[in-house]
């Protein structure tokens, strides 16, 4: 198994993933068994739902305003700080 050569290396500070890595490793086998085409798709596709999450996080803080320009602003402002990380 892959990850368990790496536990050794890694000790302490990444047990909490590898943990995470053999539970979900079932899971995470199926991803991989899909090309790389469709993989790019899914990986796509989670981005954009997470631009959307924030989006809606920010406007539903926030119900009213002024203009559509404000609203358009903070979008904005809110996608610059996503796409830093």
Known sequence: MPWT???ENRGKKYSLSIRIWKQNRVDSSRFF???DEIRKIIYTTNAVEAVHRQFRKLTKQRSI??????????LFLVYRVISKK
Do not use: S, T
């Open 5 to 7: 050569n790496g536990e």
């Open 33 to 35: 068994k899909y090309p």
């Open 65 to 74: 305003f002024p203009n559509d320009d404000v609203l358009k602003k903070m």
